[in-house]
């Protein structure tokens, strides 16, 4: 009988066809040999849709070598193609239209506003998600301002910070905005006071390629600055159950409205992270508990309004209060803060969560 062959499905990050994660994937076409399973990579740019065949890359550990290898379409798929705009991500569109009888892990997660209005339907969720408009005008941000004093303004399809603006009202200047952020390339913009009356201008320029939302601002810049926020993986296990793999917390870089990694933020342990922000271990224990059981109840609610998923990255604000906020769901995420804080059995899990699921999956296919 032969093994059931797992693929995960990427996108080329340049014209010379590299790829993100290289080094996540050789872990885990590493895991699925051991647990039984074939593991390929591959593009819809791979893809002959008339042979019905994929030119896949394989990795072999023995000899630390990447290879080609045409292969018939995998009986498994896992999706890790970001969202972008770009013909490639089109063409994944395209691959999934044309072969959604196969079996996926995970099915597209909606954008940001979606996911919000979603959650915000739900009474029991209500209470943990921070006022979200979906911007059309200035006055959107003016309402908020009035209400809060800080915004987020975010694009509906970003990932990693990018294109994300903090707008803030200082007493000491009543007619201006102050305003942050991270341009579409992750770089920090110049920090400055804009006039009210040309926030307009500002949004026009600053907006003309996306949608955005304009998200409450929740306080949450340590003492030395920098902002952090804390980002939980859950995942399917090799059970078909969810479970959290790991909560970790996240500092950002000098002057970055965001924590991201990759815009030069770093891992923090969650704990560690909490005993600095609110100190009283009581405190923490009670806001750890309750934090993780609303994000079992928050992915298990997503998986039914979107249909099957493998894995989901929360990113929780904690006020100085200890109450929580959830900022974002990220359907595609990456394991590197585990790593960041040297939590090997955390990464390890992460990596393999994914094959054991595929694996149970199969298994359980079969026997129908």
């Known amino acids: 009988m032969s093994k059931p062959l797992l693929g995960i499905l990427t ?28 593991v390929c990579v591959f593009t819809p740019q791979d893809v002959d849709h008339t042979r019905k065949k994929v030119h896949a890359m394989v990795y072999h550990s023995n000899t630390g070598v990447w290879t080609r290898k045409w292969s018939l379409l995998p009986d498994l798929i896992f999706d890790r193609c970001r969202n972008q705009r770009s013909a490639q991500f089109s063409s994944m569109k395209h691959f999934r239209a044309k072969f959604g009888h196969l079996t996926f892990l995970n099915q597209p997660l909606r954008n940001k506003w979606k996911i919000y209005k979603m959650l915000s339907h739900s009474p029991e969720f209500r209470k943990v998600l921070p006022d979200t408009v979906l911007y059309s005008e200035p006055q959107d941000i003016y309402n908020m301002l009035n209400k809060v004093g800080m915004v987020y303004v975010k694009p509906i399809n970003g990932t990693g910070g990018r294109g994300i603006l903090r707008l803030e009202r200082k007493k000491n200047h009543p007619n201006y905005l102050y305003v942050e952020g991270r341009n579409r390339n992750r770089r920090v913009i110049r920090p400055q006071y804009v006039k009210l009356n040309r926030l307009r ?14 998200q409450r601002g929740i306080a949450l810049k340590l003492s030395n600055g920098k902002v952090h926020d804390y980002r939980m993986l859950v995942q399917k296990d090799e059970y078909g159950k969810w479970s959290i793999t ?26 560690a992270l909490l005993q600095r922000w609110i100190g009283d271990q009581r405190r923490i224990d009670s806001i750890q508990h309750n934090v993780e059981k609303e994000g079992i109840r928050i992915v298990k609610f997503l998986e039914k309004k979107c249909g099957s998923l493998c894995e989901l990255a929360l990113d929780w604000a904690i006020d100085k209060q200890g109450r929580y906020w959830l900022l974002e769901v990220n359907p595609k995420p990456s394991r590197e803060v585990f790593k960041g804080i040297g939590d090997k059995a955390a990464y390890h899990k992460a990596v393999i969560q994914p094959i054991r699921y595929a694996k149970w999956i199969y298994m359980n296919k079969s026997k129908r």
Do not use: C, F
């Open 201 to 214: 201008t500002y949004m026009k320029a600053w907006a003309q390629q996306d949608r955005y939302i304009v």
């Open 11 to 38: 996108l080329y990050k340049n014209k010379r066809k590299e790829i993100e994660e290289r080094h996540v994937y050789e872990k885990m076409i590493v895991a699925g040999h051991q647990l039984d399973m074939d």
């Open 246 to 271: 790991g909560s970790v917390g996240r500092v950002g870089a000098h002057n970055s409205v965001t924590s991201n990694l990759h815009g030069g933020g770093h891992a923090v342990p969650m704990r």
